[in-house]
Every structure is written in structure tokens, then in C-alpha cells.
Antibody
Framework: QVQLQESGPGLVKPSETLSLTCTVSGGSISSYYWSWIRQPPGKGLEWIGYIYYSGSTKYNPSLKSRVTISLDTSKNQFSLKLRSVTAADTAVYYC????????????????????WGQGTMVTVPS | SSELTQDPAVSGAMGHTVRITCQGDSLRNYYASWYQQKPGQAPVLVISGKNNRPSGIPDRFSGSSSGNTASLTITGAQAEDEADYYCNSRDSSGDHLVFGGGTKLTVL
């Protein structure tokens, strides 16, 4: 079955760039949306952004100026870069697969994150 | 603050029905999806859209939507359902994804 695995440094210095990679195994990355989501210690989930298999991206407006998500279909991987990090960026970072679906009966769209990586803790010291 | 509002905590007796709600203007136009997260684990999708249960999710979990409120109902809550629950949908522009602040469910 399809599995996602995050990898990258667990410690990033303030003002530097956080770089993480998500490897998709057991299936192709050439479909679906692929997202990054983070969760500060003891807090809730925050969507960072996604990349579509076509390469189009969408980011959380609150992070947009610092975030880049990219795709490497040859390696079945997608990556996150978050620039100019501070202690507020300390969190567990998850990669996830999401889909946009349409309910034909009601004409409503919905999104679902149906697969998640195990998460990786990234600490930015204050 | 999130554009989707959840009660921070909900409790219910084992075997009874518990309901977790998620409010937001975008829910008038978009369905929510729901996730269960246990300590130290990644979230798991339990309901997507109007009321779609992924394979492996017990049928005691169901979803509904009315106006600006989406609900996750657990009919006959079990001890193993004790967890944090998050809703997700779109922001008010419809362009970006958002999560609710999460609800901690305690099964008494």
C-alpha cells in the first residue's frame, strides 16, 4: 500500500532554511495533491501548502512569503523549504496526500487528507 | 485564530452518543472532513465530505452538515475513541485549506 515518509534535519538554526523531503512508496506521485502540515507541541494542525502532481502549488497565506513546495517525480518525492525560521516554527511536520472531491448530488466540494506520514519533529532553538 | 471553530473539549459516557461540531462560514459551501489523532500518532481520516467513511473506520463514526456547522457523531463511544479530533475544510475565500482548532474527546 502507499506509504509516506518524511526525512530531514531535526534541528535548524534560527534564520536558516528548514528543508524536508517526503518519499512516497508503493504508489505513484503522479496524481493527487501532496501537502505539508505542521503541529507545534501541544497545539493544533496547521496546513502549510500543497503541490499538485502537475506542479501547481498553493500555500497558507500566513506562510506564503517563506514557503516553497516542490516535486521530483523521478524520485517519487516532494519537498518543503521554509525560510528564515524562528522558534515559532518548531513543530512536528507531516506530509500527507490529499484529494479534492465533488459531491454531484449537492454540488459541494470537499478535501480529504487520506494518507499521512508518521511526522518528523523539527526544533528551532530560541 | 482558525476560520473553523471547534469546542476545545467534549466528554461523554462510554456506550453513549457524542457529537463534535465544527463551525465556519465556508461550511455553507464546502463539506468538512474529520481526523482522529491519538497521542504521539499522525492523524487518521475518519470521515470525508458529507458522510464517507474510509475502509477500516467503524460505522459508529458518522458525519453530517447543516448551515455553517459540520458534525462528527460517534454512536456508542468506546474507550479507544478517546483522542483529539480535527475538522478541515476551506477558508472563507475557498482557495486555501484550513483545520479547526481541535476537540479533545474524553470517554468517561
Amino acid at each position: 500500500q502507499v506509504q509516506l515518509q518524511e526525512s530531514g534535519p531535526g534541528l535548524v538554526k534560527p534564520s536558516e532554511t528548514l528543508s524536508l523531503t517526503c518519499t512516497v512508496s508503493g504508489g505513484s506521485i503522479s496524481s493527487y495533491y501532496w501537502s505539508w502540515i505542521r503541529q507545534p507541541p501541544g497545539k493544533g494542525l496547521e496546513w502549510i501548502g500543497y503541490i499538485y502532481y502537475s506542479g501547481s502549488t498553493k500555500y497558507n497565506p500566513s506562510l506564503k512569503s517563506r514557503v516553497t513546495i516542490s516535486l521530483d517525480t523521478s524520485k517519487n518525492q516532494f519537498s518543503l523549504k521554509l525560510r528564515s525560521v524562528t522558534a515559532a516554527d518548531t513543530a512536528v511536520y507531516y506530509c500527507a496526500r490529499n484529494s479534492e472531491q465533488y459531491d454531484f448530488l449537492t454540488g459541494r466540494y470537499f478535501d480529504a487528507f487520506d494518507l499521512w506520514g508518521q511526522g518528523t519533529m523539527v526544533t528551532v532553538p530560541s | 485564530s482558525s476560520e473553523l471553530t471547534q469546542d476545545p473539549a467534549v466528554s461523554g459516557a462510554m456506550g453513549h452518543t457524542v457529537r463534535i461540531t465544527c463551525q465556519g462560514d465556508s461550511l455553507r459551501n464546502y463539506y468538512a472532513s474529520w481526523y482522529q489523532q491519538k497521542p504521539g500518532q499522525a492523524p487518521v481520516l475518519v470521515i470525508s465530505g458529507k458522510n464517507n467513511r474510509p475502509s477500516g473506520i467503524p460505522d459508529r463514526f458518522s458525519g453530517s452538515s447543516s448551515g455553517n456547522t459540520a458534525s462528527l457523531t460517534i454512536t456508542g463511544a468506546q474507550a479507544e475513541d478517546e483522542a483529539d479530533y480535527y475538522c478541515n475544510s476551506r477558508d472563507s475565500s475557498g482557495d486555501h485549506l484550513v483545520f479547526g482548532g481541535g476537540t479533545k474527546l474524553t470517554v468517561l
